[in-house]
């Protein structure tokens, strides 16, 4: 029972954080050696710079809106 309780009490408190979870924005990288540019939600090494975003989507075509 004691368990139980532990674990409902876990859940409950856990439950915030999962609720407002969200997917991570994605970004226009630009290659700093051909000015190529790619959608990628994470950095792509030292070689590219951010160029522009955040998007909602995997194209960087739908802009997420301001805060």
């Not at 915030?16 to 970004?27: F, G, K, M, S």
């Not at 792509?44 to 301001?66: I, Q």
């Amino acid at each position: 029972m004691k368990n139980t309780v532990l674990i409902v009490l876990g859940l409950v408190l856990a439950s915030p954080i999962v609720l407002n979870a969200a997917p991570a924005p994605w970004y226009h990288w630009r290659s700093k050696s051909t000015g190529v540019l790619v959608c990628s939600q994470t950095p792509l090494g030292p070689g590219w710079a951010r160029a522009d975003g955040p998007y909602r989507d995997a194209h960087c075509e739908k802009p997420l809106p301001a805060k």
